[in-house]
């Protein structure tokens, strides 16, 4: 920020306590809150409008490649896990799990779980789904003319977290899974590709938030998987988030659950199937990609409301003939489209000041904010703020005044360049924070414990070890508090030495701190 | 049905065993399975784009009404079910209760919950979220310009069943619940009436399912609340099915959770709030109003895919020029709209027998079928077929055959004409088996005996009993496997004396078996 008399709308700012910022966004932005319930958050009215944004984009990304919804059993009987034993060592620690199906009330009057309603085999709230959708395929799977099998599920999930965080980390999430059979281990590794480049479209076209995506090394795999890849975006702290993965699961599932089709030739096979899912940490990921010291931006493809029209009402008789001038602003703009939806316009006529409303929708990250007073509507113009750039030089809230009509027939175009702007922003930074010229562990120590510098992602050539040299690895990052990302997918092949192992080179890995 | 050689697609006939031709019915048409977990269903594609189509509409609607969609956590502490007296007594018998968050392998490696993570308060997965709500609403609402506050949220919930039937009552299920407060009671009752409205509207255009909007009697309420009212449908077996409701809930639960706001003059009053839901059942009941001896037949608003196109393909050379021909007819019907949407168009060219694939869609219920052959090709026409009145009188399918131009231009028509005549004969039916003219329990009894008649409802004249008066009904119409419905909410008042209990009538009530 080049100008420093800039009173911002929130008390925290994101370079003296980026997690104290993030929490006090999610509140100024009212996009959700804790609900009382361990590690369960309440999503309100704005987050879950973003969260819909999301879905209904996604969705129709997840319908154009083949895959129908369908909706599986929130339950899990405890044996689907004991099938797959790296699965259930991935999940079996921290699950909900349901041993009751009664309650009464004791002696003092208070509820307990009946004895005589335990259940005989407890079952366990889905934290993922992949044994029971294996056990869906095994049925729906007969012949080669049943494969390529598509599904996709839109559902809650819940995993038990210590330490959570709204939407980072909770309990209970929101998500969609997809799982899928295919004939041969060509077709679902080329599968899971195409749905990484989806999450991949998702993320930078819809979300405006630039990703790497690549293969996670072996020991952040998804358990059960062969290949796990994913999408990682840099956080405004330098910090990885994990947006996404899509999983390469050879033909371990179909072992577990019997996932067998007959061939052209008649004899029995085994599929390799696929999962990948991405959930409401999403908006996690929105919020510090975009957010800034006013609260959040949210980019228009998503945005509940792309246009909030915001009369200055004085409770007066000249009021009437303002609403009618915003409200054929409101019409004229409904009217139209952009990223081929119709816009969402919202004509704010509560009560109310205007300005205090404006720095709700500010906080909120409303596109583009427009307010009407009398003088505005005498001269037959709007007074709009563009929320991807809201200051002038002097400080103030750097308000247009195009006519009304400029405004109504310059909107798509001003959407479409917020929305660049968005992704530009974000995508300069986080190119402006990405190191690859470090080439020892000394390095990256120095690197990383200089707090003058942003951190970032730093990029380093590696062996790309297995097992035991692995886990050194993973430990020797550990007491730096850093993690290894991904391999890019793209990236061209490398050569020098591993930084870690000092054997010879394979391929570049980030290594970052991450959420 | 006035040919009799016709060969319908199902083993079972409606007339010869109707619960064992909707279990059919549900298998035939591919809308969900048993999941293997006990009392839960796995809903498949064509099932789960029937409930999607369903969710698209019924959206719009609540939202046009005025309601943002939240989420709330699916676990719910059992304090919270102790507050409200009569919602403990009606929901705390049969739900799900979770009692560890994690599990361990016991020396014989077999899975067990871990006794070091037993929760110190159980959780109650969700059955219905009026108290979780309620403690959210408590937060939200401060003073009167907060009100009223209108939330929807779509979800899961759980409720134990003992005896389960796909979409009719399983123990998990998909829906959607409205809840709202609001200052005094005239405006929350009204908004239980509004929303009801919204309800039949829903039920009657976009499902073609007509339903009887009415008060459900004093035995017939929703734990805790003050009024219920719902949409009540007739199925093809004479039942009553009830479809939706809709709670006044009085200050039962502001007061449980403490739901108070400032009034104008600077008074703490209680909050008055509803409480509506639809589910999944509902496709319980398109499959009773609209399935057949052949199948189901969706109403081409809710239908997936309301025209497929099947070329007759050989495997031979004339094969490109066919699939091209139909095509051409499937994207100029996928240019066009019907009820404000774009057509649903499937072009079928996966590799098998045109014939068996219609019958595939006979029994799925598609509302358009059409087939085109190398012959229709060159005639440039097509084979259509509707699937509401699909049998011509020589006991064959009755195939229509337009040139491609009119049927492409004919389409939009077609399915507005459908949707019209799966409501009508719905209404016809329905109207033509309810029973104004019964006086006394034995004439009740008499009808409901004879198996040579259509039982339908019986529409009577009562008193209104509350308390134990009313428990002696309740007990009678049980002995008759029967039970009160609701009263129609724009029936006149009535006179005489009530079938029950001979004291003066003031309102008809519906008497029927239910599901
Ligand atoms: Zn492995
Ligand atoms: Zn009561």
Chains 1, 2 share one sequence.
């Not at 004895?115 to 049925?139: N, Q, Y």
């Not at 003319?145 to 999430?173: G, I």
């Amino acid at each position: 920020m080049f100008v420093s008399n800039i009173r911002h709308a929130l008390n925290v700012k994101r370079a003296d306590d980026f997690a104290q910022w993030y929490q006090e966004v999610i509140s100024a932005a009212d996009l959700a809150e804790e609900s009382g319930v361990r590690g369960c958050m309440v999503i309100k009215p704005w987050g879950y409008g973003i969260w819909e944004r999301i879905q209904r984009l996604l969705d129709d990304r997840i319908k154009n490649t083949g895959h129908d919804n369908c909706y599986f059993p929130i339950f899990i009987p405890l044996a689907n896990f004991e099938r797959e034993a790296e699965h259930v060592d991935g999940f079996a620690k921290e699950m909900a799990v349901v041993t009751h199906h009664r309650l009464i009330q004791d002696q003092k009057g208070k509820l307990v779980p009946d004895p005589a309603a335990k259940l005989e085999e407890p079952l366990v709230v889905r934290p993922t789904s992949e044994t029971i959708i294996g056990d869906a395929m095994a049925r729906w799977v007969q012949s080669w003319r049943d494969l390529p099998l598509k599904t996709n599920q839109w559902a809650n999930v819940v995993r038990w977290e210590m330490r959570t965080r709204m939407f980072l980390r909770t309990s209970e999430f929101l998500w969609q899974e997809g799982h899928t059979a295919h004939a041969d281990a060509a077709e679902a590794k080329e599968h899971t590709l195409r749905m990484l480049e989806v999450y991949r479209a998702c993320a930078e076209e819809d979300l405006a938030m630039p990703v790497i995506a690549g293969e996670k090394p072996e020991n952040e795999r998804f358990p059960g998987a062969v290949e796990t890849w994913s999408i990682e975006a840099m956080m405004q702290d330098g910090k990885a988030l994990q947006a996404g993965t899509s999983h390469y699961l050879g033909t371990n599932f179909a072992e577990a659950s019997g996932i067998r089709y007959q061939d052209p030739e008649g004899s029995q096979q085994l599929c390799h199937t696929t999962s990948w899912g991405v959930s409401t940490r999403m908006i996690g990921g929105v919020i510090m990609t975009h957010g800034d010291d006013d609260g959040l931006r949210v980019p228009p493809t998503i945005a509940p409301r792309q246009v909030v029209i915001l009369p200055m009402l004085r409770g007066k008789e000249g009021d009437d003939a303002l609403i009618e001038y915003c409200q054929s602003l409101h019409d004229q703009l409904a009217k139209q489209s952009a990223f081929g939806e119709r816009l969402r316009v919202l004509l704010d006529t509560r009560p109310g000041k205007a300005a205090a409303k404006r720095w709700d929708y500010v906080r909120k990250g409303a596109p583009v904010i427009i307010e009407v007073g009398g003088r505005d509507m005498d001269n037959d113009v709007v007074s709009l703020l563009r929320r991807d750039q809201m200051w002038a030089e002097n400080g103030k809230p750097d308000f247009q005044t195009p006519t009304r009509e400029e405004a109504a027939n310059g909107m798509q175009e001003l959407l479409y360049a917020i929305q660049a702007n968005l992704f530009q922003q974000a995508k300069e930074r986080r190119d402006a924070n990405i190191r690859t010229d470090i080439t020892d562990i000394e390095g990256l120590k120095e690197h990383f414990a200089d707090t003058a510098v942003h951190p970032g992602w730093v990029q380093v050539a590696w062996s790309k070890p297995t097992g035991a040299d692995l886990d050194a690895v993973v430990e020797t990052l550990k007491d730096m508090k850093l993690t290894v990302r991904n391999v890019p997918m793209d990236d061209t092949p490398t050569t020098g030495a591993c930084i870690f192992t000092g054997a010879p080179a394979v391929e570049r890995i980030y290594v970052a701190k991450a959420y």
